[in-house]
Protein backbone atom coordinates (compact mmCIF):
# COMPACT_ATOMS: atom_id res chain seq x y z
CA UNK A 1 0.00 0.00 0.00
CA UNK A 2 1.55 3.40 -1.19
CA UNK A 3 0.33 6.27 0.95
CA UNK A 4 0.77 9.78 -0.56
CA UNK A 5 2.05 12.25 2.03
CA UNK A 6 -1.39 13.80 1.54
CA UNK A 7 -3.02 11.02 2.77
CA UNK A 8 -1.04 11.07 5.82
CA UNK A 9 -1.71 14.57 6.66
CA UNK A 10 -5.58 13.90 5.69
CA UNK A 11 -5.72 10.60 8.05
CA UNK A 12 -4.34 12.12 10.94
CA UNK A 13 -6.91 15.55 10.42
CA UNK A 14 -10.08 13.09 10.37
CA UNK A 15 -9.08 10.40 12.64
CA UNK A 16 -8.93 7.66 10.27
CA UNK A 17 -6.66 4.85 11.04
CA UNK A 18 -4.63 2.61 9.02
CA UNK A 19 -7.17 -0.67 10.08
CA UNK A 20 -10.00 1.55 8.46
CA UNK A 21 -7.46 2.11 5.38
CA UNK A 22 -6.99 -1.97 5.50
CA UNK A 23 -11.18 -2.81 5.84
CA UNK A 24 -12.31 -0.72 3.19
CA UNK A 25 -9.16 -2.04 0.47
CA UNK A 26 -10.41 -5.40 1.65
CA UNK A 27 -14.17 -4.93 1.65
CA UNK A 28 -14.43 -2.06 -0.14
CA UNK A 29 -16.07 -1.72 -3.88
CA UNK A 30 -15.10 0.56 -6.64
CA UNK A 31 -17.47 3.07 -6.74
CA UNK A 32 -16.46 5.36 -9.55
CA UNK A 33 -13.71 6.14 -11.74
CA UNK A 34 -12.57 9.20 -13.22
CA UNK A 35 -9.59 11.04 -14.90
CA UNK A 36 -7.25 7.92 -13.63
CA UNK A 37 -8.63 7.85 -10.21
CA UNK A 38 -10.96 5.20 -8.35
CA UNK A 39 -13.07 5.99 -5.77
CA UNK A 40 -13.27 2.85 -2.91
CA UNK A 41 -16.26 2.83 -0.33
CA UNK A 42 -19.17 0.62 0.54
CA UNK A 43 -22.93 0.11 -1.23
CA UNK A 44 -25.82 0.64 0.80
CA UNK A 45 -26.32 -3.05 0.60
CA UNK A 46 -22.98 -3.91 2.74
CA UNK A 47 -22.44 -1.02 5.54
CA UNK A 48 -24.73 -2.77 8.14
CA UNK A 49 -22.53 -6.14 7.63
CA UNK A 50 -19.54 -3.89 8.02
CA UNK A 51 -20.57 -1.96 10.87
CA UNK A 52 -21.08 -4.88 12.76
CA UNK A 53 -18.45 -7.00 11.70
CA UNK A 54 -15.96 -3.92 13.00
CA UNK A 55 -17.34 -1.96 16.22
CA UNK A 56 -14.19 -0.28 17.07
CA UNK A 57 -13.30 1.39 13.52
CA UNK A 58 -16.14 4.66 14.63
CA UNK A 59 -17.81 5.76 11.31
CA UNK A 60 -16.33 3.07 9.08
CA UNK A 61 -19.86 2.98 6.96
CA UNK A 62 -18.98 6.45 5.80
CA UNK A 63 -15.31 6.18 4.83
CA UNK A 64 -13.64 6.48 0.82
CA UNK A 65 -11.03 5.98 -0.34
CA UNK A 66 -9.43 7.51 -3.66
CA UNK A 67 -6.70 5.93 -5.24
CA UNK A 68 -4.63 6.66 -8.70
CA UNK A 69 -5.13 4.42 -11.35
CA UNK A 70 -2.19 4.61 -12.60
CA UNK A 71 0.02 3.10 -9.74
CA UNK A 72 -2.36 2.18 -7.02
CA UNK A 73 -1.31 4.86 -4.50
CA UNK A 74 -3.45 5.83 -2.36
CA UNK A 75 -4.36 9.79 -2.64
CA UNK A 76 -7.08 10.90 -0.05
CA UNK A 77 -9.37 9.06 2.94
CA UNK A 78 -12.44 10.69 4.16
CA UNK A 79 -15.83 10.68 5.33
CA UNK A 80 -19.27 10.71 3.31
CA UNK A 81 -21.60 13.70 4.67
CA UNK A 82 -25.51 13.46 4.18
CA UNK A 83 -26.42 16.95 2.79
CA UNK A 84 -29.85 17.85 3.35
CA UNK A 85 -32.18 19.80 1.47
CA UNK A 86 -33.51 22.77 2.26
Known sequence: MNKTRHLKERQQQ???SNDAINVLLQSGKILR???GCKTIGFTRK???RIE???PKIKNL???YLVMSA???S???A???IKRFKK
Request: proline share 4%; glycine share 8%.
Open 14 to 16: RGI
Open 33 to 35: RNR
Open 46 to 48: TKP
Open 52 to 54: TEN
Open 61 to 63: ANM
Open 70 to 72: KNS
Open 74 to 76: IIT
Open 78 to 80: GYR
